[in-house]
């Protein structure tokens, strides 16, 4: 395994499930594990680039293992693994990607091919997907009429329509991914466009 390779932490309080979801990792990416919250904080450092973090863990959870990750300004994006269903207190939260336990091998690697892809994009466009992942898991778990009457929500979405028109993006291109089909169900329609970043770079979503 090159040096090079992406460092993946998975953070679970099951060694058996822990073990395996680096050995569904290892052929691709460099993989450090911690079988707890207290022992994933003594393997945070600037070097990892995504995070598989189990929420619900004895001692030191998931959540505040998140907390302390967006405390130290370490730039890796975050998946939550997890058993819990999800709920409006998800919005709050700094992570990135969600996924219900169990999940297979094709969806974790998924979920760590797509986290790695948004680290090659700017703050705007990692707050897009970030709150789109937020909409689709709960629109999935919730009633529509739950979804109507709770502000927070109302307020996500507010802010996911502030950013398609912030980045004036059509997204369109990322339905060639599998895992974003649904994200952007609610974004506008046509083919994938080249994006303007704010640091005068481009790059095409649809590539």
């Known amino acids: 395994m090159s040096e090079e390779s992406p460092l993946i932490l998975v953070v679970e309080d099951e060694p058996d499930l822990a073990d395996l979801y680096a050995a569904w990792l290892g052929d691709d990416y460099r993989v450090r594990t911690a079988y707890g919250g207290r022992e994933a904080l003594d393997a945070l450092d600037d070097e990892i680039d995504a995070i598989l973090l189990d929420q619900r863990m004895p001692g030191l959870s998931g959540d505040e293992v998140l907390d302390e990750v967006r405390d130290r300004g370490i730039d890796c994006r975050v998946a939550m693994v997890t058993a819990v269903e999800p709920d409006f207190d998800i ?117």
């Open 91 to 207: 919005i709050e939260m700094g992570f990135d990607d969600y996924l219900v336990k169990p999940v297979s091998k094709e969806s974790l690697r998924e979920t760590v091919e797509s986290l790695l892809e948004r680290n090659e994009y700017e703050e705007g466009v990692q707050e897009l997907f970030s709150v789109s992942s937020k909409i689709a898991v709960l629109e999935a778990e919730k009633r529509q009429a739950e979804l109507e009457e709770n502000e927070e929500y109302q307020r996500l979405k507010e802010r996911h329509e502030e950013l398609q028109e912030e980045l004036d993006t059509t997204v369109s291109g990322f339905t060639e991914h599998e895992e974003f089909e649904g994200l952007f169900r609610e974004v506008g329609s046509g083919d994938a466009e080249d994006v303007d970043l704010p640091d005068g770079d481009e790059k095409e979503f649809g590539e």
